[in-house]
């Protein structure tokens, strides 16, 4: 595991969108702790719920019945469209999609799964074989009966362009695809699905499921065509698998129009997995599914010592409250669009940034040598504007196989003025790099 920059920062302290360092030095964190920490660090409503829950109960796991969970269970479905009304919950990203491709294994009675390419599910034995993504894979054995499939990425993939995807702003000179022009990349990708089921899945109806971000995180908030994914799961039904849409990243309201990342693209999958953003940074995950789905479970006992333990249970109500309360959704919607056109218009203005696409707080902000040839920002140069941004009091992420990609996705409470307070920075940093390289 490493640390993030060339000299690590030293975390003391955090409230809300802001972060101290053991010098006392302030930063504005707009990585939220890896897409993590979603109403605010410390946020008063979630540390009083469990400050009063540990004063009254810490664990009792499920073989007893303690009020907290329950109530959670209630108001997490409340959040879910029908028939998304059984919950299984968890501690991490990892053991939600962990559970849920078992689940797709029952349910369906097949064992191949799917998923794309640059896909990032998790870093257990099991979800690493559904990561695609070699920066995170391990020689070790892992994913059998696991084929990824072509991503659709409106950047650099071989068909589309930055106007197909659900982005709300387009670099200078770039137009809206029409839905007719969306259908035929569409096409394109979908044929690529359908060799692999012509080529590497038994015959017949023997696809267990398909697996998907709505937006992919750690690949470089990666965006498809607008009707890939529902196009997709159409035909993974058809072919006896259940669809799977990981909410890790995407879920309660980042992505600004919708609480779900999976209802921007018009669809209500079989099985929902959400993490990390749950619990605004303590252990809480959950797996979502039908009755129908849930009633295979009942063929051997399942349990999980530490899901939905009372602490965690309270924290994830209080969550809830904060998101509505907060109004976080909106936020991301109006500051993460304003932030939006603020960063897309460094694309016209400088050689190196490629790419800003994105919606709501999750965002990306792809690096190149130069725009023709769409080449990643070599590494040296990455590092160096990523400094600078820290040195400016400016915490931003990173990712994408090549690690040229800046992803900005921050607590869910930062300001239009903290949104241009990152957006200048991040100018000021290219800027100098691009006079210093005497690209200016």
Request: glycine share 12%; proline share 5%.
């Amino acid at each position: 595991m490493a640390t993030y920059y060339r000299k690590p920062v030293l975390i003391h302290e955090g409230k809300m969108q802001w972060l101290w360092d053991h010098e006392g030095k302030k930063y504005l964190d707009m990585f939220g702790g890896i897409v993590t920490v979603s109403v605010g660090h410390c946020h008063p409503k979630v540390t009083e719920a469990l400050q009063k829950q540990i004063h009254r109960l810490w664990h009792t796991t499920n073989i007893y019945l303690h009020p907290m969970v329950h109530e959670y269970a209630t108001r997490l479905v409340e959040t879910l469209p029908d028939p998304l009304k059984v919950v299984y919950f968890v501690n991490s990203g990892s053991e939600a999609n962990d559970l849920a491709m078992y689940m797709a294994r029952l349910a369906t009675g097949n064992h191949d799964l799917i998923s794309l390419r640059n896909a990032y599910h998790g870093m257990s034995p099991y979800t690493m074989g559904l990561t695609a993504h070699s920066t995170w894979k391990f020689s070790v054995p892992a994913g059998m009966g696991i084929h990824h499939i072509m991503n659709p990425d409106m950047y650099r993939g071989i068909w589309g362009g930055p106007g197909y995807r659900d982005c709300p702003v387009l670099p200078e000179g770039v137009n809206w695809a029409t839905d007719e022009e969306c259908g035929l990349v569409e096409d394109r990708y979908l044929d690529q699905l359908e060799e692999v089921v012509k080529y590497s899945l038994p015959k017949g109806n023997s696809l267990a499921g398909f697996f998907a971000e709505s937006i992919q995180g750690v690949g470089g908030s990666v965006q498809y065509p607008r009707g890939f994914i529902k196009r997709a799961f159409e035909r993974v039904r058809q072919l006896g698998g259940v669809c799977v849409s990981d909410e890790v990243q995407t879920g309660f309201g980042r992505t600004g129009d919708h609480f779900w990342g999976f209802q921007g693209h018009d669809v209500v999958p079989d099985i929902v997995t959400m993490a990390k953003g749950i619990g605004n940074g303590f252990p809480l995950a959950a797996v979502v599914t039908t009755p129908e789905i849930a009633a295979t479970m009942g063929q051997a006992l399942h349990f999980n010592t530490f899901g939905g333990n009372p602490m965690a249970s309270a924290v994830g109500i209080a969550v809830l409250d904060a998101l509505k309360e907060d109004r976080c959704q909106e936020t991301s919607l109006e500051v993460g669009t304003h932030l939006l056109t603020r960063l897309v218009d460094l694309v016209s203005k400088y050689q190196i940034v490629g790419d800003v696409r994105g919606k709501g707080l999750m965002i990306g902000i792809e690096m190149v040598e130069d725009k023709e040839t769409k080449t990643p920002l070599n590494g040296d140069t990455m590092m160096d504007i990523w400094e600078m941004t820290k040195e400016a009091g400016v915490l931003i992420g990173k990712g994408g196989l090549h690690g040229n990609t800046f992803r900005i996705k921050p607590p869910m409470c930062i300001t239009k003025e903290d949104a241009d307070f990152t957006a200048d920075v991040l100018e000021e940093a290219v800027y100098k790099i691009m006079k210093q390289t005497g690209r200016l």
